[in-house]
């Protein structure tokens, strides 16, 4: 049974780094094919995809967030962590992992965590 | 980036009616890598059509996906109560990344 969770921190200021982990089980991330994306979600609004890092440390970013966004794993954890730089009150929103698969493409989400919000306010 | 416009933005019906899901992409989706998602209130997105056509493990029937190019469906057979919540499409498998429509909000008449 694959679950996953969102954690880290529920508030943070304008400009600082957003630090979030998501931790999993019931899935190896050293499995071939096996990968743990993020996708965050703004309060009434629509969902927005972030990142992913696959099995085999290959890493795929959002273009237009690319420059804020670093994503790693720690496969003896079962952990994926996704640090967001400089902060915005518009990055207030519900930050999702969730576990994904590599066809020779990056693909769909199959299963989720329950999500984390994050505000961003002074 | 490939842009998904979700439409009607919201669609109301009755139990027991049929609903039609649009998601048009702004070029063609390479293999029909689209997927499509339900999401209630307070809760994750679950993922309910892969391939354009797949159903997810656990899914019921009476949803279906259908479509390739730039113009896809979502179909709920006969709404049942548990039905009604917002629905998300999401294209993969392009270059530089994943995208998903704004979504289409299913409410009860």
């Known amino acids: 049974q694959i679950t996953l969770k969102e954690s880290g921190p529920t508030l943070v200021k304008p400009t600082q780094t957003l630090t979030l982990t998501c931790t999993f089980s019931g899935f190896s991330l050293s499995t071939n094919g096996v990968g743990v994306g993020w996708i965050r979600q703004p309060p009434g609004k629509a969902l927005e995809w972030l990142a992913l890092?696959?099995?085999?440390?290959?890493?795929r970013y959002s273009p237009s967030l690319k420059s804020r966004l670093t994503i790693t794993k720690d496969t003896s954890k079962n952990q994926v962590v996704l640090t967001m730089t400089n902060m915005d009150p518009v990055d207030t929103a519900t930050y999702y992992c969730?576990?994904?698969?590599?066809?020779?493409?990056?693909?769909?989400?199959?299963?989720w965590g329950q999500g984390t919000l994050v505000t961003v306010s002074s | 980036e490939i842009v998904l416009t979700q439409s009607p933005g919201t669609l109301s019906l009755s139990p027991g009616e049929r609903a039609t899901l649009s998601c048009r992409a702004s070029?063609?989706?390479?293999?029909?890598?689209l997927a499509w998602y339900q999401q209630k209130p307070g809760q994750a997105p679950r993922l309910l059509i892969y391939g354009a056509s797949r159903r997810a493990t656990g899914i019921p029937d009476r949803f279906s996906g259908s479509g390739s190019g730039t113009d896809f469906t979502l179909t709920i057979s006969r709404l049942e109560p548990e039905d009604f919540a917002v629905y998300y499409c999401?294209?993969?498998?392009?270059?530089?990344?994943?995208?998903f429509g704004g979504g289409t909000k299913v409410e009860i008449k």
């Open positions: 070029q063609s989706v390479s293999s029909s890598y």
């Open positions: 890092i696959y099995w085999d440390d290959d890493k």
């Open positions: 999401q294209q993969y498998g392009s270059s530089p990344g994943l995208t």
């Open positions: 969730a576990h994904s698969w590599w066809f020779g493409v990056p693909s769909y989400f199959d299963f």
